[in-house]
């Protein structure tokens, strides 16, 4: 039985909300999607995806009063100085325009190494007595020449994850939800969640005596 039935995820992002319901299905909570109980918007100025992971969840938790969870995560190209990174979204306003700015600036370049990163940050609410969880996620692949598939979202219909040949959006979600650099973060968040001290130390802060 789980320590809390609810926990709201800290985004606007409907497919993060559906890929990140099943990763934690595990666990027995229902991940709530944040704009359904808050119109809440939070300035990303963090300098890494952990800090702009903290700020969102932070700031969910404190003005729900419940636990919160948030993702940060961004597409890394070595050929361009690991750009986008933290801007990953910010490239351009649709996820069409921001794949052709990618493609756009690999053009003609036969080294299209890159990877995924992802941070997921939980926040356990300030009125039981705050408590920070954070994990990161890295998926190695590289950029494809042209956009495959229509699964996914983001960048995932060019990139390519190592011992594959398609991209994301080509591979699936069930195949995603095991290897993506979402998937590693969440499974590392889980396994803390999931220790029995753990479980018990929360049990025990938010009143709950089972």
């Not at 969840?57 to 919160?68: E, F, H, I, K």
């Not at 890295?138 to 011992?163: L, M, N």
Request: aromatic share 10%; hydrophobic share 45%; proline share 4%.
């Amino acid at each position: 039985m789980p320590f809390f039935s609810e926990v709201v995820l800290a985004s606007w992002n409907a497919h993060k909300h559906r890929e990140l319901s099943s990763l934690f299905a595990p666990l027995g909570f229902s991940l709530i999607f944040g704009p359904e109980r808050l119109d809440l918007e939070v300035e990303e100025k963090g300098k890494t995806y952990a800090q702009n992971a903290l700020l969102k969840a932070t700031a969910w938790s404190q003005a729900l009063g419940m636990p919160a969870v948030a993702d940060d995560s961004g597409l890394e190209v070595e050929d361009l100085g690991w750009a986008p990174g933290l801007f990953s979204a910010r490239v351009a306003s649709s996820d069409t325009d921001r794949i052709a700015w990618l493609l756009d600036r690999l053009r003609g370049k036969e080294y299209r190494r890159a990877r995924f990163v992802a941070c997921i940050a939980f926040v356990w609410p300030e009125k039981v007595g705050t408590r920070v969880f954070l994990s990161e996620g890295i998926c190695w692949g590289r950029i494809a020449t042209e956009a495959a598939g229509s699964d996914g979202f983001g960048y995932d219909p060019v990139f390519i994850p190592d011992r594959y040949d398609a991209t994301f959006a080509e591979l699936g979600e069930e195949l995603k939800s095991r290897i993506s650099h979402r998937a590693i973060a969440c499974r590392a968040l889980r396994d803390m969640l999931e220790q029995p001290d753990m479980v018990k130390s929360l049990s025990v802060r938010s009143g709950e005596t089972d």
